[in-house]
């Protein structure tokens, strides 16, 4: 029996091309058969499909590559919710660009890990490169005045909000001890309670925001009443409506009341791209710490997490050895020490789909994709106003739509967005606001139409018909 082919090295493309040919296939043509943004049926067709494509799932004797490639891939894109979809708008789930799906398969292949510099010479450079000028987007022109180690901002690579959120609490609790007290809003992302409870800090302090938003008396009262020391961590841009937090506002409190300033930007941080909708994020340079997802706003595959600080130096905490990868005379030496830069040890080189993005599009490209899928949201909220049978929630700050059926019941609502899925037309995800249940389309697909979101309106409408 012969071997099978690797990836890498010289001949490594060679036996990738017919492999990847018929991946592509089967990705076409099971999203042709799907016809849609989900497959029909709901989850127990779903599930039946899938188990006779992958059972046997470890045969006695192999399938080989052609046919394991074909039966599963098929069967996963059949079966997929499809972000590239224009009626795929329930979550914050992007299709990712072409370009960066083709430098994640190089990434892929050479399989670099991050945690030596030995097993990623070059891709620990690039990776030094992209997180600084992302850092310099967030910080620009730095701290300090004057220049020295460990004074630049910088970023390090994470698997999205939820880990660049525990580790800035680890950063803040570092700095200022255990009994650190999270203050957070109630539309704070539940990542952040989590990370609390992770890193045995007392259980957050949670402001009520009934207007979606983190109220500067509110916060300043809650401030005023307790005993730090404080991390406020705000929000630009939240999971449910997608409304920013006033950042200056909440950035003033927190330099008079001494406490320390996390902002969860994974959804509105890639704002800074766009010179038209950057204003939205004034005072983000403030924060001690800031989250970013450009899985998000940025139309990379998973994953494509940052968390951004305003000095190298902030980061030390998170400096480890281990003498079979960073060893003391190796890094006396002049070899990078890699460990300190993610809690993780193994890592893939998430960055080079960054970078290639980044190089191939530009700020004016990335500016032009970020201000079309806001002008979306803006169209769908127009249509949704021209239609007496639909209510708006509110004008969209970023790219969430939130819409219901005037006057229809919660029961409703959940009935309509279940029947839709099972259906596979359209998914839109469920937010509560104002104490009712509303639709909910977070558009991200830069490629859809006035007629896309017209149709969404339309199965919508028919849906709660029923």
Not at 21 to 31: F, I, P
Not at 195 to 219: C, E, Q, S
Not at 247 to 257: M, R, V
Not at 371 to 395: K, T
Request: hydrophobic fraction near 40%; charge should be negative.
């Amino acid at each position: 029996m012969s071997l099978p082919p690797l990836a890498g090295g010289e001949h490594g493309p060679d036996a990738l091309r017919p492999l990847l040919a018929t991946v592509l296939d089967a990705l076409h043509d099971g999203a042709a058969e799907r016809g849609g943004p989900l497959p029909a049926g709901g989850p127990d067709r779903v599930a039946g499909q899938l188990r006779t494509a992958a059972e046997p799932v470890l045969p006695d004797t192999g399938a080989g590559p052609g046919e394991a490639l074909r039966t599963l891939v098929h069967a996963l894109s059949l079966g997929a919710a499809d972000p590239a979809h224009p009626h795929c708008a329930a979550h914050l789930h992007t299709p990712p660009l072409a370009l960066a799906v083709a430098a994640d398969l190089a990434a892929s292949a050479l399989n670099q890990s991050m945690d030596s510099w030995d097993q990623a010479p070059a891709a620990s450079v690039l990776e030094a490169l992209v997180t600084r000028a992302l850092a310099d987007e967030v910080y620009p022109g730095g701290p300090d005045a004057a220049p020295g180690p460990g004074r630049a901002p910088d970023a390090i690579l994470t698997t999205g909000g939820t880990e660049s959120n525990q580790l800035a609490l680890l950063l803040a609790r570092e700095r200022h001890g255990p009994t650190l007290q999270v203050v957070c809003g109630a539309h704070t992302h539940h990542s952040v309670h989590r990370a609390a409870w992770l890193l045995g800090l007392p259980r957050p302090v949670t402001i009520p925001t009934p207007t979606g938003a983190l109220d500067p008396a509110a916060l300043d009262a809650v401030l005023t009443a307790l005993r730090g020391p404080f991390l406020v961590t705000a929000t630009a841009g939240t999971t449910d409506t997608g409304r920013i937090d006033p950042l200056n506002a909440l950035a003033d409190l927190c330099d008079t009341h001494g406490a320390g300033l996390h902002i969860d930007a994974s959804y509105g941080g890639p704002l800074l791209f766009s010179p038209t909708h950057r204003p939205l994020l004034d005072g983000l340079h403030r924060a001690h710490s800031v989250t970013l997802d450009l899985h998000k706003l940025g139309w990379q595959p998973i994953a494509a997490g940052l968390l951004a600080v305003p000095r190298t130096g902030d980061l030390a905490p998170l400096a480890h050895t281990a003498d079979y990868l960073n060893a003391d005379d190796d890094t006396e030496a002049g070899l990078p020490d890699l460990l300190g830069r993610s809690p993780r040890t193994t890592r893939r080189p998430d960055v080079l789909k960054i970078a290639v993005t980044l190089k191939a599009l530009g700020r004016t490209g990335l500016a032009a994709l970020v201000d079309r899928v806001l002008d979306s949201a803006r169209l769908l909220a127009d249509l949704v106003e021209d239609r007496p049978g639909l209510e708006l929630y509110e004008r969209p700050t970023l790219t969430t739509v939130l819409f219901r059926p005037a006057g229809a019941p919660d029961h409703t609502v959940a009935a309509a967005r279940r029947t839709l899925l099972t259906e596979g037309t359209a998914v839109l995800g469920r937010a509560r606001a104002d104490g009712r249940l509303w639709f909910k389309a977070t558009l991200l697909n830069p490629h859809a139409t006035p007629g896309d979101l017209d149709t969404l309106l339309r199965l919508v409408e028919g849906s709660t018909r029923r």
